[in-house]
């Protein structure tokens, strides 16, 4: 099969996508001395917050940011992770929040210094 | 740029995958008499029970399986969707979510009758 035929079949099964971006970010809580740890008990919530903010007061409809259960590695929180491109980040401060939403979601530039590389 | 170059690219700043595909279920549940209805009221709970264990059962460790929070579009619950490919799927009886296992999951073909495509 040549280049051509697979961009037809691409083009032909693809689904018009709802989001450029979809944001997962977990909002697991467990107690401060829960053996497992959690993203909430690492400070995730202002940092989804911020966001959240970010991303309804400069208008970016293209983003979706929907809230996640547990997904794994507790002890990596707080997590997100955004499709279609499947980039686990850990943000733990304002600033790598605001560098993700210009760099990845404005730009399109992943922010390596943020990437978990997570396997199974 | 050729079709090998772009290729060449694309794995230079492709990550490795945690999961083939990832499973993102609402979980919302509102009360019955809510106007804006819920996953959880359309009656998700014992579906996402269903693929869960199927997903264990059938040791399909390559499949990410998340709860969600609202994705939006209520009204048309229970709602999932899948990524890296941003399929968004309906299912609303048992058979739909084997049908999703079966050939999504382990064949890698959609099962359109049960796609939503939706517009912001």
Do not use: N
Request: one cysteine or more; proline letters at 8%.
């Amino acid at each position: 099969m040549s280049a051509m035929d697979t961009t037809a079949d691409d083009a032909e099964f693809e689904l018009p996508q709802l989001y450029r971006h979809h944001v997962f970010a977990c909002h697991t809580q467990r107690p401060p001395s829960h053996p497992r740890g959690s993203c909430g008990a690492s400070g995730a919530q202002p940092l989804w917050d911020r966001m959240s903010k970010a991303i309804e007061s400069q208008r970016l409809t293209d983003i979706g940011f929907t809230a996640s259960g547990c997904l794994g590695f507790c002890s990596a929180g707080p997590l997100m992770v955004v499709y279609p491109e499947g980039v686990w980040y850990r943000p733990t401060a304002p600033e790598d929040i605001d560098e993700i939403v210009e760099s990845h979601f404005k730009q399109g530039k992943r922010v390596d210094r943020l990437v978990m590389v997570l396997t199974r």
